[in-house]
């Protein structure tokens, strides 16, 4: 299959929107820029659409999807229920980077739930992707549009490089702003609890709700057998070719264990000024405090670390207030939660 390249910069370029929508509304497969990362979208309603989507990325069966509308009109006909609780964290954060886990109603293929009696939700607040899901008209399953497993797509060149010629088309929108996933919260459970950090943090969920539960899988490993609450925890994730590790400990401690493996096949993921303490290549993320720009980073310094063909890559781990908690939960999983402690 083509993939063809389409350069969309305004909501108003309705011509090319057009094309987009008319991929989509045939049951085709298209690369799309949203506030997070790009997405692999296809009719949410249409099985066959979907199921290519798990084709294109190599994605498990047992992974559901999230879907993408345009406003909150479109949420009745997705649910069963609308809890009270959906309705202040729609009004606080939609459209925005936040997922609500719901009852599905039957309109729902399995195909996008795997099977569970729930379905994943999403507002997207990028004008490209709000536009592309009104003009099409129809709510849109989008994973992240990287081959399963690998670091997600935060440019449209990413997305080339991981799906030319196995999907129809790929808008390019320009970078991504926040460049980690969608935070992702259940409203199916008592208290309501978060599945996976992102862009819309814990504080900012407890703000509007009060309790919220963190998942055990959020910052740890499931033992083995164990069921996790969403699919998707459960993958070593995020992953270069390069093997990663995540270093906590002082900034001489950490040069110190960096000098324990080859100079030229080592990559370095510090903050800023951290950089003259090694003698590798090193890649900045951000001043240590700034975790928004840490998530806008991560994905692209991980891809950069194949690109350039190192062997091994080492991080200073961030904390976990704020976005860093996203971007940590990304780490462990990139890192296969090796995390070595220098000091
Ligand atoms: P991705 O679209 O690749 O960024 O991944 C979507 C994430 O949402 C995965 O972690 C899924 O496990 C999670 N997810 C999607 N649908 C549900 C659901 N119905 N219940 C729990 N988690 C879900
Ligand atoms: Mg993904």
């Not at 959906?86 to 954060?93: E, G, H, M, P, S």
């Not at 195909?111 to 569970?116: D, E, P, T």
């Not at 919260?185 to 950090?197: E, G, S």
């Not at 992953?239 to 080859?262: E, N």
């Amino acid at each position: 299959m083509k993939t063809e390249l389409l350069k969309i910069d305004s909501p108003q370029d309705t011509e090319n929107l057009r094309r987009a929508a008319e991929v989509l509304r045939r049951g085709g497969l298209c690369g799309i820029p949203t506030e997070t990362v790009y997405g692999l979208a296809a009719n949410a309603l249409d099985e066959t659409a979907v199921k290519k989507i798990f084709a294109a990325k190599g994605r498990p069966q047992d992974n559901p999807l999230i879907v993408h509308i345009s406003s909150t009109d479109e949420l009745p006909a997705l649910v069963r229920e609308i809890p009270p609780e959906a309705k202040a964290l729609a009004a606080a954060f939609w459209p925005g980077p936040l997922t609500m886990v719901l009852p599905k109603a039957d309109c729902i293929p399995d195909a996008v739930s795997c099977g569970l009696d729930t379905v994943a939700i999403r507002m997207p607040s990028h004008p490209i992707a709000n536009a592309i899901i009104r003009t099409a008209g129809i709510p849109l399953a989008a994973p992240s549009a990287n081959t399963s497993g690998k670091p997600s797509p935060t440019t449209a060149e990413h997305v080339l490089h991981d799906m030319d010629g196995k999907i129809d088309m790929i808008v390019d929108g320009g970078a991504c702003s926040v460049g980690v996933e969608s935070t992702v919260v259940t409203l199916c459970t008592a208290p309501p609890r978060l599945l996976r950090p992102g862009g819309v943090t814990l504080e900012m969920l407890r703000d509007v709700l009060g309790v919220v539960d963190v998942d055990k899988a959020v910052l740890g490993e499931l033992e083995r057998g164990e069921k996790p609450s969403s699919p998707g925890m459960k993958y070593k994730h995020y992953s270069p070719d390069a093997d990663v590790k995540l270093i906590r400990g002082s900034l001489a401690s950490f040069a110190r264990y960096a000098q324990t493996f080859p100079v030229s096949e080592t990559l370095i993921l510090c903050f800023d000024g951290e950089e003259s303490a090694f003698a590798n290549e090193t890649i900045p993320l951000g001043a240590a405090a700034d975790a928004a720009a840490h998530a806008q980073r991560i994905f692209r310094a991980l891809r950069d670390a194949d690109e350039r063909g190192f062997k091994t890559v080492l991080v200073h781990c961030p904390d976990d207030r704020g976005v860093d908690l996203a971007v940590l939960n990304r780490l462990l999983r990139a890192a296969a939660f090796q995390v070595v402690d220098t000091e």
